[in-house]
Antibody, heavy 119, light 107 residues
């Protein structure tokens, strides 16, 4: 059974880069025709899609974040990653990684990790 | 960007009652690529419905989705105690966007 687990710093300074990793277990990130996605939930707000990458190649990003976001897949480590640069307090959120058959449509999600942007 | 507007913002119901949640899109959703998620405090979102009406694996049949074009509905036929949560619709026909959520609370 596929399981996902986010990891990364819980505190990032303004203007720096937020980097998170999503470890995949119970399946291979390269053998499935899946989308690997990141979404986030800021405190007191709703869900926001960040970006997705297809296992066969090709990435898709939220237009409002596109200039700052990179989603990448590391098949050797069986994980995928999120990088968001030039962060501000508005990027404070719980970040979730997910996997499924469509962009942002994930049948499996990680438990989420809180990232706070503060000096 | 397609804007999704969910109504009502809050739905106050009792266990056993029927819940009807609405999601209206600012323009037609391509291929009816509309999904519904359930989220409880401190938990990851849970996919309920995709492509308007297909239940995700393991989702009870009291959850059903319908609609087309710009108007979509999630129906919970009889509310169970574990169904009280926030529900989000998501369109993924173009660059994905979520609705703002409907909270189903215990009356």
């Amino acid at each position: 059974q596929l399981q996902l687990q986010e990891s990364g710093p819980g505190l990032v300074k303004p203007s720096e880069t937020l980097s998170l990793t999503c470890a995949v277990s119970g399946g291979s990130i390269s053998s499935s025709n899946s989308y690997w996605s990141w979404i986030r939930k800021p405190p007191g707000k709703g869900l926001e899609w960040i970006g997705s990458m297809f296992s066969g190649g090709g990435s898709h990003y939220n237009p409002s974040l596109k200039s700052r976001v990179t989603v990448s897949v590391d098949t050797s480590m069986n994980h995928f990653s999120l990088k968001l640069n030039s962060v501000t307090a508005a990027d404070t959120a719980v970040y979730y990684c997910g996997s499924g058959g469509g962009i942002a449509v994930a049948h499996v999600w990680g438990q989420g990790t809180l990232v706070t942007v503060s000096s | 960007e397609i804007v999704l507007t969910q109504s009502p913002v809050t739905l106050s119901l009792s266990p056993g009652e029927r819940a009807t949640l609405s999601c209206r899109a600012s323009q037609s959703v391509s291929n009816n690529f509309l999904a519904w998620y359930q989220q409880k405090p401190g938990q990851a979102p849970r996919l309920l419905i995709y492509t308007t009406s297909f239940r995700a694996t393991g989702i009870p049949d009291r959850f059903s989705g319908s609609g087309s074009g710009t108007d979509f509905t999630l129906t919970i036929s009889r509310l169970e105690p574990e169904d009280f949560a926030i529900y989000y619709c998501l369109q993924y026909g173009t660059s994905p966007t979520f609705g703002q959520g409907t909270e189903v609370e215990i009356k």
